[in-house]
């Protein structure tokens, strides 16, 4: 029987407004996708393997401010709610992208990264809302939704972001700044708070604060430092595709900014039909640790066919193998949720943000660095060796979550 109580229907009430804003602000900032690199690149003279140093330094620098930030953002949210950390996290994003808009040198670019990487949590916090307002046998179905709502970015950002980037690299970024101010507007006004006081964090404790704080929750419930190894290794593996793809589908398959916009619509439409339409059922019928698993694999065989792909058709081919990756996060999130407290999703979810900051340090550099001497080492030429890395790192998320990951008891 459909449950039709008043606090069944809050809780679909305030999953609607997380979806939406979710999808307002994936769909702000996958906008800039295919064009930063390419604004980069004008920034330092048309220099292919420069511009994938600097996007290096960029997206290295972000993630060093994720890392610090994730779980102090994380304990703010179980201690005062998750609304507000919603709503400053928008707002840096919106200020990121008019810096962005307005920049004349590679430097202002730099500045408006820094405001974003001390701010953004809105993914983080969101999934910490809806394991507020979900039961956890749900929560698989509800992070597959989430995910959608970032693919559904994927496919309108990116394709907008090419289409306003082929008449002005500037204009993509003030298209993102006013969705993302409009998304702040709709969460001021709308987006209602989660957490209610009485399963709040009695207090602010710095000491939890810091990366290294935010691991002693991960020690501390059974099995789940082992699951977070395995997130962190698939965020790992996918900071290949910003750091990278555009820049790679750009030198391998000579593609402008207008098929870089359709391929990234194919690709996002694949991961939402993954997300909506099968994460629960198949979460359903295997479980959550199966889900993992299958997701793993499919990113490994997924990354190994993008880096052979000799032609830009056997490239797409890849496409729906590579939209079943979507299937690990909801299962990973919905086995780790259910191992802490509700005073306790927001700091498991900064150390999530703060696993995801420390990849997108490590990530820029190992893939930038490989990607750039591929292409200088003419003799050895393999431009797809980096994406070829990222397979064998969701390799390494396979093992792991084979050995770790297993249904918990809620709380344990």
């Known amino acids: 029987m459909t449950d039709q109580s008043p606090a069944a229907a809050g809780r679909r009430a305030s999953f609607g407004f997380i979806f939406v804003l979710a999808l307002m602000n994936s769909i702000s900032f996958g ?5 930063l690199p390419n604004l980069i690149k004008e920034f330092t003279g048309g220099d292919t393997a420069s511009a994938a ?5 960029f997206g290295a620098t972000w993630g060093v401010l994720q890392f610090a930030s994730g779980p102090v953002l994380g304990l703010m949210s179980d201690r005062w709610g998750r609304r507000p950390v919603l709503l400053i996290s928008l707002f840096g994003l919106a200020v990121d992208f008019l810096f962005m808009a307005l920049a004349p040198t590679l430097w ?18 969101a999934n910490a809302y809806l394991a507020d307002v979900t039961a956890p046998q749900d929560r698989a179905k509800v992070f597959g939704w989430m995910s959608s709502a970032f693919s559904f970015g994927f496919i309108f950002g990116p394709f907008i972001g090419g289409q306003l980037g082929a008449i002005d690299l500037r204009l993509p970024f003030m298209a993102a700044a006013a969705l993302t101010f409009v998304n702040w507007l709709y969460g001021f006004f709308i987006l209602p708070e989660s957490l209610p006081p009485e399963k709040r964090a009695t207090r602010f404790d710095w000491k939890k604060a810091n ?3 935010s691991l002693v929750l991960l020690r501390s419930h059974t099995g789940l430092l082992p699951l977070a190894g395995v997130g962190f290794l698939f965020q790992l593996a996918h900071v290949v595709l910003p750091s990278i793809f555009v820049l790679y589908m750009g030198y391998r398959y000579n593609w402008g900014l207008a098929v870089l916009g359709w391929t990234f619509l194919a690709t996002g439409l694949s991961g939402v039909i993954v997300q909506i339409f099968l994460v629960g059922p198949i979460v359903k019928r295997i479980g959550e640790r199966r889900a993992v698993l299958v997701g793993a694999l499919a990113g490994m065989a997924g990354f190994a066919w993008y880096a052979t792909a000799p032609t830009g058709l056997l490239y797409l081919l890849a496409v729906p193998v590579f939209a079943f990756t979507g299937l690990l996060m909801p299962g990973l999130q919905g086995l780790m949720t259910r191992r ?9 979810q900064g150390a999530n943000q703060s696993l ?27 431009p797809g060796l980096a994406i070829y890395v990222a397979s064998g790192l969701m390799g390494l998320a396979f093992l792991l979550a084979f050995v770790a990951a297993r249904q918990p008891a809620d709380g344990s």
């Open 356 to 382: 995801m900051g420390l990849s997108s340090i490590i990530g820029p550099v190992i893939f930038g660095e490989v990607f750039a001497w591929s292409l200088r080492h003419e003799g050895f030429h393999l």
């Open 108 to 125: 202002w670019l730099f500045l408006g990264r820094i405001l974003n990487g001390l701010t953004a949590a809105s993914f983080s916090t």
């Open 53 to 57: 140093e600097w996007n290096l330094v």
């Open 211 to 213: 990366p290294l704080g």
């Open 31 to 35: 906008i800039m996708i295919p064009v």
């Open 340 to 348: 802490v407290l509700p005073q306790q999703q927001g700091q498991l």
